[in-house]
């Protein structure tokens, strides 16, 4: 429980406005972010994303940025997109990249009719892409956000069967998403989850997080679906290997991905073995939510940045 009581301390502390402008007012906190951030432009995605996949890597992309204040916000958000897969297309990379998009930073929790803004958008970006020869995967944000982002994620695949979701082991509900959602045959990114949830919803110590990690893993391996298996958790991928195997699966079968900027070597190692490792490669201005949960979901992260603090 020390564990669920340091993600929430962190992630609660860092969203005071206070500590949000002292962190992103530092000069040094910009080169930490590099460490987990493409940098700030389209550009500078896609020189990291001609770089992880000429080292034999997959990538998944994301526009930084989440909880669009407004309607021109959520338009600004998907217009970014659409000029980014533009540039992707080019690049003929195929499957080797694609998308991963926030529903909430496209319009979803705007009022009654966040969902349907934040759909119409979605579907566009879902067209940028295919056009590009990439999918779109949906991240999953906080508990409260579920039920919209699977009503949207099916609404989606009814025109693009390839667009994917995020599931978090972490929450109670999410075996049985799962085993709907290996039903109807999605592509299905498998996490523990990165925000910090409430007992009534979610397991609390991180031994019933990975526990239902696996279930939810088996369920999607006999599945219908495409299982990607997000986690730098080693015990986890061996988990994830053998249960492909039982379930006849090969090395094309599923794939996993891990977080640009952790285990790095890790993902190398893995993808010469002949695993498909996608990377999640976020860029753009708005960092600072996405770095927060990295240094709540790991104290070393925290660590890190502090003593990059003292050596200037
Ligand atoms: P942890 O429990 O954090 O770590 C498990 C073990 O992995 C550690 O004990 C250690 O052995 C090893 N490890 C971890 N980091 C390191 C390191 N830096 N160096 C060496 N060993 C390490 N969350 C969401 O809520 N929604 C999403 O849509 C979402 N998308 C994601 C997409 C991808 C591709 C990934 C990888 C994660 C995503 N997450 C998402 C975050 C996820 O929920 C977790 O918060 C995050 O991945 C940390 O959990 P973990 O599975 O790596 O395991």
């Not at 508990?143 to 978090?168: K, M, N, W």
């Not at 977080?259 to 073995?273: D, E, I, K, S, W």
Request: aromatic share 6%.
């Amino acid at each position: 429980y020390a564990e669920a009581m340091y993600r929430s301390l962190l992630l609660a502390v860092s969203r005071g406005s206070a500590v949000r402008r002292a962190v992103t007012g530092l000069p040094v906190a910009r080169r930490v972010v590099d460490r987990f951030v493409a940098g700030e432009h389209a550009e500078d995605a896609l020189a990291v994303t001609r770089r992880l996949t000429s080292a034999g890597l997959a990538v998944t992309i994301d526009h930084l940025g989440e909880h669009a204040a407004d309607a021109a916000a959520a338009a600004r958000t998907a217009k970014a997109y659409l000029v980014l897969l533009d540039m992707l297309a080019p690049l003929g990379l195929g499957e080797r990249a694609e998308a991963s998009v926030k529903l909430s930073a496209l319009g979803q929790t705007l009022g009654p009719d966040g969902e349907a803004v934040a759909l119409g958008h979605a579907r566009q970006i879902c067209a940028a892409a295919r056009a590009a020869g990439a999918a779109v995967t949906l991240d999953m944000e906080d508990h409260t956000t579920v039920d919209s982002t699977l009503r949207v994620l099916r609404r989606l695949r009814a025109d693009f069967p390839e667009t994917g979701v995020a599931i978090q082991s972490r929450l109670l509900r999410s075996e049985a998403d799962c085993r709907d959602l290996a039903r109807e045959g999605a592509r299905v990114r498998l996490v523990k989850g990165a925000y910090a949830e409430p007992p009534s919803v979610a397991h609390q110590s991180r031994s019933a997080v990975d526990r239902a990690y696996v279930r939810c893993l088996r369920t999607l391996m006999e599945g219908n679906g495409y299982p990607m298996v997000a986690t730098h958790d080693d015990r986890l991928i061996a988990v994830a290997a053998a249960l492909a195997a039982r379930a006849g699966r090969g090395r094309d079968g599923y794939e996993l991905q891990m977080l640009y900027g952790v285990r790095p070597a890790r993902q190398r190692v893995l993808a010469h073995a002949g695993h498909t490792v996608r990377v999640y490669l976020p860029y753009g201005a708005d960092w600072y939510d996405y770095f927060a949960r990295r240094l709540a979901e790991r104290p070393a992260n925290l660590a890190f940045f502090l003593r990059s603090l003292t050596s200037v």
